[in-house]
């Protein structure tokens, strides 16, 4: 196991995240305009990301008017890389668009990769041993199930382009994590990142908090799990294949343990966010771990989440011991509502429109990931678990676990049931629930438990239990016909759930995330300001979900590469759609628009006259 670097502070190492000047410019548009969410101050030239080993990454300026995607990250860093290199599929535009697809995973393509081998190398195993003597560190196999038309949505082909990432661990037979993967995988299932975490961080080492890191779409910010202990060290993790100069992991806080269910970036400065204390939130200095603050509620047993919204001032937590969403102040730290549990302040309706009354009765159990989606609408997986006040041994309380949305009335305190899609099984712990771009719920399971015609007798062979014919699940799931977009299983000898039936590979939580903004819907619309201005139209959300509004730019070119108009805007927080309608001077309808985030990605899509794309 190689020396991890430590994370050395925002202002420490590295270049420019990108050329500062558009930042700039930002700001100053935004505020001649009195905007309501100033751009963050991250965006300004002075502002430098801190990796160990990352000096080469962006050269200062010229970033912006290279090439579109991430091609501006192989050219800096590998100028004979092409994209095919860094984003490996060899499908044809009209394979990887429109058909629906099965796409395996076996174990031989995991025993393929260098890293996965030394690991296995270590435990005196090799890609010859016996499959059943691997079977305790690499799947048998992940199957991937996918409908384009579903995951389309109402966004279109782009939307083909995303990548979907997550953390898998094995629990074997000994009740001990004995492997754990991060892996990238592209939207028809082939593996583009797969990283071996005990092979880089220890043997006893999976990651739990999982989610893209803010300051560098190159890496995900990830909390490790150290054995069972639910604590240990965070760090970042770089999914990408090139720059190849910046380090595959990055040990944060100087390697300080947090609570291991949920770390984030803070909005300002370089701190990070965690659940502690069994109680409520701390803020931590990435570089040193120091405590800068804690944030405790009386309300609040047992967090497993905490979203950050409003510049870090508002802060949605799961209570998992007392089945509550809490929603705090934390800059008052006054407790503004609670939903759920024996201290809940709103009545609780469910989908058959039944009223109960705060405090008396408890509609989900056992949650994790509760998350704001905007709209007044909050996602969570409903374990329905009923856990014990020490947090240690729970009680499956429905027959599958559930992907569900709620709907807040603040001004009513009323908290309904809007939406709910049963996993097929039921996941005591863990679980995720997220909102895509298209509106489809991205949800993420595991299986807890036999397959039993009475549920509520896990018995076995005595009372017709059957074994799942897998370890766990990502699905992708259309919100209106609650259809199945797309399907990730992973599997292994399933017969072990016989000597405990949490034995098997988990998942915490996946993401979705693209290498740019997604751009679509464009049309333009000649004459109608005058012969020579014309009106555009277009879509845009970012490369990945954000929890508040984030810097954009966009260009309108003509047909000769000519930037004829430009400006600044907000991506929506949430990945709630952002409709964009400017103006252009151009002789006709012919041109690109293109749009870039404050990473230098960007994405471009061309328009006709008479077109919407």
């Known amino acids: 196991m190689a020396e991890t670097p430590s994370y050395g502070g925002l202002n420490e190492f590295g270049a420019l995240l990108n050329d500062g000047d558009w930042h700039e410019e930002y700001q100053q548009s935004q505020s001649s305009a009195e905007a309501e969410t100033p751009a963050r101050s991250m965006f300004s030239t002075s502002r430098v990301m801190g990796l160990v080993g990352a000096a080469a990454l962006f050269a200062g300026a010229g970033v912006f008017a290279a090439v579109g995607g991430t091609k501006n990250l192989v050219d800096v860093a590998n100028p004979g890389a092409s994209t095919e290199d860094l984003w490996s599929t060899s499908e044809t535009e009209s394979d990887w668009r429109l058909k629906e697809y099965t796409t395996t995973i076996t174990m031989d393509d995991f025993l393929k990769d260098d890293k996965v081998l030394k690991w296995l190398n270590s435990k005196g195993l090799s890609e010859d041993s016996d499959h059943y003597d691997l079977m305790p560190y690499v799947p048998t196999e992940i199957v991937i199930e996918g409908n384009p038309t579903l995951l389309q949505g109402n966004i279109g082909?782009?939307?083909?382009?995303?990548?979907?990432?997550?953390?898998?661990?094995?629990?074997?037979?000994?009740?001990?994590?004995?492997?754990?993967?991060?892996?990238?995988?592209?939207?028809?299932?082939?593996?583009?990142?797969?990283?071996?975490?005990?092979?880089?961080?220890?043997?006893?080492?999976?990651?739990?908090?999982?989610?893209?890191?803010?300051?560098?779409?190159?890496?995900?910010?990830?909390?490790?799990?150290?054995?069972?202990?639910?604590s240990g060290p965070s760090y970042l993790w770089k999914w990408t294949r090139y720059?190849?100069?910046?380090?595959?992991?990055?040990?944060?806080?100087?390697?300080?343990?947090?609570?291991?269910?949920?770390?984030?970036?803070?909005?300002?400065?370089?701190?990070?966010?965690?659940?502690?204390?069994?109680?409520?939130?701390?803020?931590?200095?990435?570089?040193?771990g120091d405590k800068k603050e804690t944030h405790k509620y009386d309300v609040v047993y047992g967090p497993n989440h905490a979203q950050m919204l409003e510049k870090d001032s508002i802060a949605i937590i799961s209570s998992r011991i007392t089945n509550a969403i809490v929603k705090v102040n934390v800059t008052s730290d006054e407790v503004l509502w609670v939903a759920g549990g024996p201290n809940g302040t709103m009545d609780l309706i469910d989908e058959d429109g039944k009223h109960f009354e705060a405090g008396k009765m408890d509609l989900w159990k056992g949650q994790h990931n509760v998350e704001y989606l905007g709209n007044d609408e909050y996602a969570m997986f409903d374990d329905e678990s009923n856990v014990n006040w020490s947090g240690d041994e729970e009680t499956q309380e429905a027959q599958y676990s559930r992907l569900l949305i709620v709907k807040i009335n603040?001004?009513?305190?009323?908290?309904?049931?809007?939406?709910?899609?049963?996993?097929?099984?039921?996941?005591?712990?863990?679980?995720?629930?997220?909102?895509?771009?298209?509106?489809?719920?991205?949800?993420?399971?595991?299986?807890?438990?036999?397959?039993?015609?009475?549920?509520?007798?896990?018995?076995?062979?005595?009372?017709?239990?059957?074994?799942?014919?897998?370890?766990?699940?990502?699905?992708?799931?259309?919100?209106?016909?609650?259809?199945?977009?797309?399907?990730?299983?992973?599997?292994?000898?399933?017969?072990?759930?016989e000597a405990t039936t949490w034995a098997g590979w988990s998942i915490y939580s996946a993401e979705r995330i693209y290498k740019e903004p997604l751009l679509y819907r464009v049309s333009c619309e000649k004459g109608k300001v005058t012969d020579t201005t014309r009106f555009l139209t277009f879509y845009t959300h970012n490369s990945f979900k954000q929890y508040n509004k984030a810097p954009g730019k966009y260009r309108i070119k003509d047909a000769d590469e000519n930037t004829v108009s430009e400006g600044y805007f907000d991506f929506n927080p949430y990945w709630d759609l952002k409709k964009m309608e400017v103006t252009a001077d151009l002789d006709s309808c012919n041109g690109r628009v293109e749009v870039e985030n404050q990473w230098g990605q960007w994405s471009g899509h061309e328009f006709n006259d008479g077109d919407t794309n």
């Open 157 to 230: 082909p782009g939307v083909m382009d995303g990548y979907t990432a997550f953390s898998m661990q094995m629990k074997n037979q000994s009740g001990l994590y004995s492997a754990s993967y991060n892996i990238v995988i592209d939207m028809r299932g082939h593996l583009v990142s797969i990283s071996p975490v005990m092979h880089h961080l220890g043997h006893d080492y999976h990651m739990i908090s999982f989610k893209p890191y803010s300051h560098d779409p190159d890496y995900f910010l990830g909390s490790v799990d150290v054995e069972a202990t639910q």
């Open 243 to 288: 720059p190849e100069d910046k380090p595959e992991y990055v040990k944060l806080m100087d390697g300080t343990e947090t609570d291991c269910h949920d770390v984030s970036n803070a909005y300002e400065g370089d701190f990070l966010w965690a659940t502690c204390d069994d109680k409520g939130i701390c803020k931590y200095n990435a570089a040193d």
């Open 410 to 497: 603040e001004a009513e305190s009323t908290a309904t049931v809007k939406w709910s899609y049963g996993v097929g099984a039921y996941t005591p712990i863990y679980g995720d629930n997220d909102k895509m771009p298209t509106g489809n719920m991205l949800g993420t399971m595991w299986v807890g438990d036999m397959a039993c015609k009475d549920w509520e007798k896990q018995c076995k062979h005595s009372c017709d239990c059957s074994y799942y014919p897998y370890d766990a699940e990502i699905m992708e799931v259309d919100r209106v016909t609650k259809e199945t977009a797309l399907s990730v299983r992973i599997r292994s000898n399933t017969t072990w759930k």
